[in-house]
């Protein structure tokens, strides 16, 4: 699918629960060695399952400068989402950190709907995105990888049966690479893989990604049940 313009706006668990419309207060918590923030939505109901999404930043090192629900709140966006957001600092590697071990410790904090858990981040995350979705692709209902800096297709028709959005900017270097994944997900019989190429833009296009209602839309279109 082609985009003809940009959307507007071109261990020990300790846990922090942050109200969507802010992350002022969080605070640093850990699963093993990874630092972590759960932020939860403005009504949120621990009596009721909700939709969440697992948040992977970019080489900027920072799990709340790109935060998905800072963006919603500026845009007045509903966000019903709880987001774990890990913290992937100094030699860590997105391809290394227990995802799965990690889910499992937040949902004994907050009422995470296990058939309804989003996978995307961006640049580095963005191939961090990548490389998860093919190891707990079991426990998603969909995934978005954001102008994603790398890829590797090994392994990669794991996830065929999984929901994927692919947004990147056809300037970017990474291009070329993103239509190569998605093509070999096709080639593997995927039905529901979508390239989003955003026309003449660059690296950079999250923060109009995580502004656009129609991104959250997505999202909640699916479910594992």
């Known amino acids: 699918m082609q985009i003809k313009k940009l959307?507007?706006?071109?261990?020990?668990?300790?846990?922090?629960?942050?109200?969507?419309?802010?992350?002022d207060d969080a605070t640093s918590?850990?699963?093993?060695n990874i630092s972590y923030l759960i932020s939860t939505p403005k009504n949120y109901d621990s009596d009721k399952a909700n939709p969440t999404i697992l948040f992977?930043?970019?080489?900027?090192?920072?799990?709340?400068?790109?935060?998905?629900?800072?963006?919603?709140?500026k845009s007045g966006i509903d966000f019903p989402f709880i987001v774990i957001a890990p913290s992937?600092?100094?030699?860590?590697?997105?391809?290394?950190?227990?995802?799965?071990?990690?889910?499992?410790?937040?949902?004994?904090?907050?009422?995470?709907?296990?058939?309804r858990i989003y996978l995307t981040g961006y640049s580095m995350g963005g191939a961090g995105t990548w490389?998860?979705?093919?190891?707990?692709?079991h426990l998603l209902a969909a995934a978005a990888p954001l102008a994603p800096a790398g890829g590797s297709t090994k392994d990669l028709c794991k996830a065929k049966d999984l929901p994927i959005r692919v947004y990147h900017g056809t300037a970017d270097s990474?291009?070329?690479n993103s239509k190569n994944m998605v093509t070999t997900l096709k080639d593997c019989g995927a039905k529901d893989v979508e390239l989003m190429s955003l026309e003449g833009a660059g690296h950079g296009i999250w923060p109009a990604i995580f502004s656009d209602a129609s991104f959250y839309d997505w999202m909640l279109t699916h479910s594992r049940d």
């Open 56 to 73: 992977l930043h970019g080489g900027d090192r920072s799990n709340t400068k790109h935060h998905p629900s800072k963006y919603a709140a």
């Open 88 to 115: 992937c600092v100094g030699s860590c590697s997105w391809a290394n950190v227990d995802l799965e071990g990690l889910l499992k410790q937040a949902s004994k904090e907050v009422s995470i709907d296990a058939n």
């Open 7 to 23: 959307l507007p706006f071109l261990g020990l668990l300790l846990v922090a629960k942050v109200n969507a419309q802010s992350l």
């Open 174 to 176: 990474g291009y070329r």
């Open 131 to 137: 490389a998860n979705l093919k190891k707990i692709n």
């Open 29 to 32: 918590m850990k699963y093993q």
